[in-house]
């Protein structure tokens, strides 16, 4: 257990086993109020994190999206002479989507893979398990696993709503698409240039919050 104090505060990382790392933090930089005189903070990290690019996946294409990140906080370290890879396979029949694929510890990672064995309209689980080897032995240690739910909607009508796990937006059609509703009081006796008015504030503020949507979209991780 590798512990390191920083400003009276002891921070460790319990590494053990299962799909869960903790890390451990308690000192007197951690109190909350005047009356504590230590605190101790305990936070369960997941080793490994997984999800489709998409819920629900819509149309025939069998082009999806598995998104991953193996914590690094929590993960063992690798030497020199290991790298960390990830298996992807069905619960059911265990077809092989994702094999000996080399990944780096941290980062949130968007890896393309082939829907063509999955249910093409229904519901599918893939298990993803996050594998470190020896690359002189090439023996491997398994770290976790988790279980994905892949969703697949055959048939595509107008206003298909779908979430991308990867940009946390709404799409609509495939498109990102921001709710944004206006409503107002009866203005009658300000008359109609003053209706008029408030109304166009309304569509700049439209224009500027979905250009500020496609912005993040565009750099988010």
């Known amino acids: 257990m590798p512990c390191a104090g920083v400003a009276n505060t002891t921070k460790c990382r319990v590494l053990g086993g299962g799909p869960y790392g903790v890390s451990v933090s ?12 230590n605190a101790v903070l305990v936070i369960a990290h997941p080793k490994l994190s997984a999800s489709p690019g998409r819920s629900p996946y819509f149309g025939t294409s069998d082009a999806g999206e598995l998104l991953l990140r193996a914590n690094s ?10 790298e960390a890879y990830v ?8 077809a092989t989507l994702l094999q000996d694929e080399v990944i780096p510890l941290g980062p949130k990672l968007a ?7 999955m249910n093409p309209n229904g519901e599918t689980w893939v298990e993803v398990t996050l594998r470190v080897r020896s690359k002189t032995t090439m023996e491997d240690t398994v770290v976790s696993t988790h279980r994905v739910r892949f969703t697949r909607v055959a048939q595509t009508k107008i206003g ?3 979430i991308d796990h990867n940009t946390r937006a709404i799409l609509v059609d495939g498109e990102q698409f921001l709710p944004v509703s206006w409503t107002s ?21 439209t224009y500027f919050t979905s250009s500020l949507l496609h912005f993040t979209s565009i750099y988010s991780i």
């Open 26 to 37: 308690y000192g007197t930089s951690l109190d909350y109020s005047s009356w504590q005189s």
């Open 160 to 162: 298909a709503t779908s």
């Open 73 to 82: 906080k929590v993960c063992p370290a690798l030497s020199d002479d290991e």
């Open 87 to 94: 298996e992807a396979r069905t619960v059911e029949g265990g």
């Open 185 to 205: 009081t009866t203005m009658d006796s300000y008359g109609p240039d003053y209706m008029i008015g408030t109304l166009s504030v309304f569509l700049h503020f």
């Open 111 to 117: 890896i393309p893979i082939s829907m063509a064995q």
